[in-house]
């Protein structure tokens, strides 16, 4: 099939339901300025985040990889009042440039970047007793995608929903020869969900405006302690 279908009708989707206002479109062109890889959600994405955020009535929003905060700006914005998000990203130019978008966005006071290792900061959340996220969406680095999640989990209350993007990686997971470090990532990720009885998770396989892919999608089951 033709895939050109696939992104005119993403795009026929997101004309309907996830229009993208100025805001959000000068962050793909920040990126392109800063020579930053346009690893962004694509604006239907950055809807379903919202719309799976509404559902579990999302206060406190944990993010893994900000790149330049256009994920982070769509979930914000499905943030009532008091909510709070906090966005962790390695790269302090990435972090810079996403905190710039995240102000003209008008979500400073929501948003929270902390510049670092993801594996170094969750630990001290746990440590620090931080009160439970709602909502958490694992975007960084794929190779500890499993430590990411058993951290978010631990993070977690029953009912918090979890989504891991870029889990499929154009069908490449289906290869039990890989030696790509991100599809070996993914791969542990997805075979750990077999066995994993703290959560009730499917996988969406997407198409669309960015390559073939998928998302992890999981509600945190009552946690036996
Ligand atoms: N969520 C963003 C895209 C994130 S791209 C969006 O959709 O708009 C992945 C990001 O993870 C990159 O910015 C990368 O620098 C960051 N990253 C990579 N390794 C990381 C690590 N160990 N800890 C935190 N962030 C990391
Ligand atoms: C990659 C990372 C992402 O978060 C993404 O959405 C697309 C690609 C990557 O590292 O290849
Ligand atoms: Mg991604």
Request: aromatic share 6%; net charge negative; charged share 30%.
């Amino acid at each position: 099939m033709d895939e050109k279908i696939f992104e005119r009708v993403d795009n026929y989707i997101s004309d309907i339901s996830a229009q993208e206002d100025k805001i959000l479109s000068d962050v793909i062109k920040s990126l392109a300025e800063e020579n930053i890889p346009q690893m962004s959600v694509s604006a239907n994405h950055g809807k379903l985040l919202q719309v799976l955020m509404i559902s579990c009535n999302a206060k406190r929003v944990l993010e893994l990889g900000t790149l330049g905060g256009y994920s982070t700006i769509w979930m914000a914005r499905a943030l009532p009042s008091n909510g709070k998000l906090i966005s962790l990203e390695i790269d302090k130019h990435y972090s810079d440039v996403a905190k710039r978008n995240i102000k003209n966005a008008g979500l400073s006071e929501k948003v929270d970047i902390r510049v670092g290792r993801a594996l170094d900061i969750l630990p001290t959340f746990i440590e620090k007793k931080e009160e439970p996220f709602d909502f958490i969406f694992i975007d960084a680095d794929k190779p500890p995608y499993t430590e990411y999640f058993e951290l978010a989990i631990k993070l977690s209350r029953e009912g918090t929903i979890i989504v891991c993007d870029n889990v499929i990686r154009e069908g490449k997971v289906l290869d039990d020869n890989s030696s790509d470090e991100k599809v070996l990532g993914v791969q542990r990720l997805n075979e750990s969900l077999r066995k994993n009885k703290n959560v009730t998770a499917t996988i969406l396989q997407t198409v669309g405006v960015k390559e073939h892919d998928g998302m992890v999608v999981a509600v945190v089951n009552r946690l036996s302690k």
